[in-house]
């Protein structure tokens, strides 16, 4: 099982990101789909979740703002990210999940891509 994550990078605060996660090793349309993130001196943390029916629900801070969808034909997952904030600025990752968020445990943990909003 291997996630890679990419599309992080500097941006001003109001400013967007596409984070994309490619998943491989596993039926990827038989799987709910998170992302999570990991803030400096934090603890890990869910940002989103889609099921495998493309349902979807996001932590409270990032309602209205984040966007996840996923393309089952190419094994990826997406995070639409507008009208970021200092507080976004963390490490964000991708990992299949329960519908309800929690990351299963099979698998090693991707590298992360970094989101850093700075003026």
């Known amino acids: 099982v291997q996630f890679v994550e990419s599309g992080g990078g500097l941006v001003q605060p109001g400013g967007s990101l596409r984070l994309s996660c490619a998943a491989s090793?596993?039926?990827?349309?038989?799987?709910?789909m998170s992302w999570y993130r990991r803030a400096p001196g934090k603890q890990r943390e869910l940002v989103a979740t889609?099921?495998?029916?493309?349902?979807?629900n996001y932590e409270d801070s990032v309602k209205g703002r984040f966007t996840i969808s996923r393309d089952n034909e190419k094994n990826t997952l997406h995070l639409q990210m507008t009208r970021l904030r200092f507080e976004d600025t963390a490490v964000y990752y991708c990992?299949?999940?329960?519908?309800?968020?929690?990351?299963?445990?099979?698998?090693?943990w991707g590298q992360g891509t970094q989101v850093t909003v700075s003026s």
């Open positions: 090793g596993i039926y990827f349309r038989d799987f709910s």
């Open positions: 889609i099921t495998v029916a493309g349902n979807s």
């Open positions: 990992r299949h999940s329960t519908q309800s968020g929690a990351p299963l445990e099979w698998g090693s």
